[in-house]
């Protein structure tokens, strides 16, 4: 069992910006890859980005080059830095992280309980 810790989410102006961080805890697992999960109301959840371990990145085409996610693999923190938001951006966050049980390699998929952001215009 990993426990997730979002924070940051809230609300911003439209050109503005705004900072998520996330933080797993928990024992005998390994992360491979942490990430962001969005989902609007009436829509369906969607990636955002994530990073795995060895720090490759990916975004989904409607935030690339205006999102950023990194990670500190000491901490299990992962962070969004989201600049120029715009309205389509308004939705709840949330954190998920993937790995595996460091006695059995069993998957890991844990998910946090949501940051909403909201862009106003």
């Known amino acids: 069992q990993v426990q997730l810790v979002e924070s940051g989410g809230g609300l911003v102006q439209a050109g503005g910006s705004l900072s998520l961080s996330c933080t797993a805890s928990?024992?005998?697992?390994?992360?491979?890859?942490m990430g962001w999960y969005r989902q609007a109301p009436g829509k369906q959840r969607e990636l955002v980005a994530f990073v795995s371990s060895g720090g490759s990145t990916n975004y989904a085409d409607s935030v690339r080059g205006r999102f950023t996610i990194s990670r500190d693999n000491a901490l299990n923190t992962v962070y969004l830095q989201m600049n120029s938001l715009k309205t389509e951006d308004t939705a709840v966050y949330f954190c998920?992280?993937?790995?595996?049980?460091?006695?059995?390699?069993?998957?890991?998929?844990?998910w946090g309980q949501g940051t909403l952001v909201t862009v106003s215009s």
């Open positions: 928990g024992s005998a697992f390994s992360i491979v890859a």
């Open positions: 998920n992280v993937r790995g595996y049980s460091d006695y059995q390699g069993d998957a890991l998929d844990a």
